[in-house]
């Protein structure tokens, strides 16, 4: 929220001065959309395709491996 009305204060100035055009507030917007998507983004802790992918073969092959000693145990 104090991101928003930071934006909001910074707008408000550049509008005072009369020094904005459509593009300064499309790109402002833009910068401002980017940034608060980045900072979510990071707030989540995901991960990348590819450490998931490894995580994923490795889970497999110790799903393999405990059906295996499940299986000798029984025997």
Sequence with gaps: MQDYRKFLEKITEIL????????????ELKNNLKFTIEKTINKLNLVSREEFEVQKKIINKLENEISKLKKKKKK
């Design 16 to 27: 005072e001065k009369g020094s904005l055009s459509s593009r300064d507030i499309k790109e």
